[in-house]
């Protein structure tokens, strides 16, 4: 019998792209079931801990994706004008549920502007980054945006210890030089940065920065944009 050739990467993100969709009915059917059973399942910690692991395993499979496609050179950002209130506010909406089941107050403060931006590939960063709080938070999360030396800046903001001093980061991330020690938040970081670096216009690009305080005292996230 003749050798085969397999692209293992394919078959790969074949797989996770299956997974994905599945993943992404689950999440659709807890949603109902949270809507249908909401006196029992809105404070249940084993239901909250059900959706909240299957948003972030769900989440992983977005962006190994994403970065399969980076590496195939077949991601690029489709930019369009979005008004941030509302993509924040919209945004946020999917994650209220599992945000008031756990007992986490939330809040919006955007300036009244308009960005632009890709909104698929920006969701899958906010997915991700909102989740990474709701982990480390303790009661509080904010999202903001505005405008900074002509970027738009969109960041979320917890209550929690912070990002330790191996993880403040400004600028963008190299694949090579990340530390899967700390799970897929490296992953998640990495696939942030590539998603910024896709926003360019003229000789600026697109960033973003890891440091604490905030008005919250936590681990702020930003994300910022030309």
Do not use: C
């Amino acid at each position: 019998m003749k050798d085969q050739n397999i692209d293992f990467s394919m078959v790969l993100a074949s797989a996770v792209h299956d997974m994905k969709n599945s993943l992404g009915m689950l999440l659709n059917s807890l949603d109902e079931l949270r809507s249908e059973h909401e006196e029992s399942l809105g404070e249940s910690s084993r239901f909250n801990t059900l959706q909240y692991e299957a948003e972030r395993m769900h989440n992983d499979l977005v962006q190994l994706l994403g970065i399969y496609r980076l590496g195939e050179n077949n991601l690029s950002a489709h930019i369009e004008e979005h008004y941030v209130p509302d993509f924040l506010s919209e945004h946020l909406a999917r994650h209220n549920p599992l945000l008031q089941g756990l007992g986490i107050d939330v809040s919006v403060d955007a300036e009244d502007i308009n960005g632009f931006f890709d909104e698929d590939l920006l969701t899958g960063v906010l997915n991700n980054t909102i989740n990474n709080a709701i982990r480390y938070t303790r009661s509080r999360i904010r999202l903001t945006a505005g405008e900074r030396d002509g970027y738009l800046v969109i960041g979320v903001e917890d209550d929690g210890k912070g990002y330790p001093d191996n993880m403040q980061h400004t600028g963008t991330l190299n694949f090579k030089s990340l530390d899967f020690k700390s799970g897929s938040t490296s992953l998640g970081l990495f696939f942030a940065s590539s998603v910024a670096r896709l926003h360019s216009e003229g000789k600026r690009s697109g960033s973003i920065k890891l440091h604490n305080g905030g008005s919250l005292g936590g681990g702020v996230f930003e994300i910022w944009l030309p």
